[in-house]
């Protein structure tokens, strides 16, 4: 099973992006399905998950920006970000709880905001 994100790219302060990630060959409930970013020089961060009951989680700095959902009948998990600020440039990386299984990641996608 992989994940493949898609939906990266340069967009202005302001914009818009839709990330999308889906996993090819499984038809797993994973739990939680979201995803993390990386930005230059810092840590991964845990940015926005939803779990197999729909709960949602949102790191504080994108709170009312981003929109998280799934859609497990695709197996997939989606990012909406709006009003994109040049802090949110970084490398987002889809992420999916396998449990009991090896969770898994996908190969990250760059989202890149210019002032």
């Known amino acids: 099973v992989q994940l493949q994100a898609s939906g990266g790219g340069l967009v202005q302060a302001g914009g818009s992006l839709r990330l999308s990630c889906t996993a090819s060959?499984?038809?797993?409930?994973?739990?939680?399905f979201g995803w993390y970013r990386q930005a230059p020089g810092k840590p991964r961060e845990l940015t926005a998950t939803?779990?197999?009951?729909?709960?949602?989680y949102y790191t504080d700095s994108v709170k009312d920006r981003f929109t998280v959902s799934r859609d497990d009948s695709r197996s997939s998990v989606y990012l909406q970000m709006n009003n994109l600020q040049p802090d949110d440039t970084a490398v987002y990386y889809c992420?999916?709880?396998?449990?009991?299984?090896?969770?898994?990641w996908g190969q990250g996608t760059l989202v890149t905001v210019s002032s």
């Open positions: 939803v779990n197999k009951w729909g709960d949602t």
């Open positions: 060959g499984s038809t797993f409930a994973f739990h939680p």
């Open positions: 992420y999916a709880g396998a449990a009991p299984y090896t969770d898994l």
